[in-house]
Nanobody
Framework: QVQLVESGGGLVQAGGSLRLSCAAS??????MGWFRQAPGKEREFVAA????????YYADAVKGRFTISRDNTKNTMYLEMSSLKPEDTAVYYC?????????????????WGQGTQVTVSS
């Protein structure tokens, strides 16, 4: 069983920055991703990476503003968010799968964290 615990959410003004963390434990994983869900909207892909190698993937809406990374020694994935906009307000979830799934396809992910709220004020 994999456990994912997100942290780092909060309230920030537009233009500000936040760093989210996703601590993973349990069985091995290969694809890890960040998704978000705003009120009244469907959950959407934000960014993903492969646990080995250097491949990273981003949604167009966050390219150039968000950076996904990992620390293998801590089994932790990060999402550095800068130049935040009010439309980035959402609950952010991390998710994982043991194989090389299409990184933006949320239906393929096996395990999900509980989410962390990010609120960007204008």
């Amino acid at each position: 069983q994999v456990q994912l615990v997100e942290s780092g959410g909060g309230l920030v003004q537009a233009g500000g920055s936040l760093r989210l963390s996703c601590a993973a434990s349990g069985r091995t994983f290969y694809t890890m991703g960040w998704f978000r869900q705003a009120p009244g909207k469907e959950r959407e892909f934000v960014a993903a990476l492969r646990w080995t190698g250097i491949s990273t993937y981003y949604a167009d809406a966050v390219k150039g503003r968000f950076t996904i990374s990992r620390d293998n020694t801590k089994n932790t994935m990060y999402l550095e968010m800068s130049s935040l906009k009010p439309e980035d307000t959402a609950v952010y979830y991390c998710a994982t799968h043991r194989a090389a799934i299409p990184p933006s396809d949320l239906s393929k992910y096996e395990y999900w964290g509980q989410g962390t709220q990010v609120t960007v004020s204008s």
